[in-house]
T-cell receptor, first 116, second 109 residues
């Protein structure tokens, strides 16, 4: 049981390049989400999905796209990388919602992205 | 607006007790989570409170007062491995998590 798997672990991009951060979970969780974590700030929600075929925007969606074609996978696409997108990105899943009642989020190990 | 307030950094001694406070202002409330995050790693779930009072889990306990918008995490018999950041995250009326910036706890021998 791998839990939530994120790839790659590290990535360096040049401004304007695009890329996809991969996220997969093997727990049959309906809810999946992407966060970014920056120094001195709380985790900020980028996009989330409550099930296959359903996605929605979080607090900071600009510059990012997502899709959810299967229950297991939730990739995050950076359309045209900017230095402001330098951050640590976490994918997280739970059976239902963001931590509905006693159902906490399970996080992947993160992707450390630098945009130069 | 919604706001979470936690101390930025705390220092404690191995074997001692430390209390990490969190005050929050959210649009509605549906419970509060505490997560632990070691440097360079992912957050991991510690506790969840939805009713007032103390929840105990081994060396860790979490307290909630909904009327005061206040929670704390109590860590007993501190160990070096408890050096980490502790994230407070209440759920608002839309079941959205509102994350604090976290408290970095440094344990000294």
């Amino acid at each position: 049981n791998a839990g939530v798997t994120q790839t790659p672990k590290f990535q360096v991009l040049k401004t304007g390049q695009s890329m996809t951060l991969q996220c997969a979970q093997d727990m049959n969780h309906e809810y999946m989400s992407w966060y970014r974590q920056d120094p001195g700030m709380g985790l900020r929600l980028i996009h989330y999905s409550v099930g296959a075929g359903i996605t929605d925007q979080g607090e900071v969606p600009n510059g990012y796209n997502v899709s959810r074609s299967t229950t297991e996978d939730f990739p995050l696409r950076l359309l045209s990388a900017a230095p402001s997108q330098t951050s640590v990105y976490f994918c997280a899943s739970s059976p239902v919602g963001q931590g509905n009642y006693n159902s906490p989020l399970h996080f992947g190990n993160g992707t450390r992205l630098t945009v130069t | 607006g919604q706001n979470i307030d936690q101390p930025t950094e705390m220092t404690a001694t191995e074997g001692a007790i430390v209390q990490i406070n969190c005050t929050y202002q959210t649009s509605g409330f549906n419970g509060l989570f505490w997560y632990q995050q070691h440097a360079g790693e992912a957050p991991t779930f510690l506790s969840y409170n939805v009713l007032d009072g103390l929840e105990e889990k081994g060396r860790f306990s979490s307290f909630l007062s909904r009327s005061k918008g206040y929670s704390y995490l109590l860590l007993k018999e501190l160990q070096m491995k408890d050096s980490a950041s502790y994230l407070c995250a209440p759920l608002d009326s839309n079941y959205q998590l509102i994350w604090g910036a976290g408290t970095k706890l440094i344990i000294k021998p």
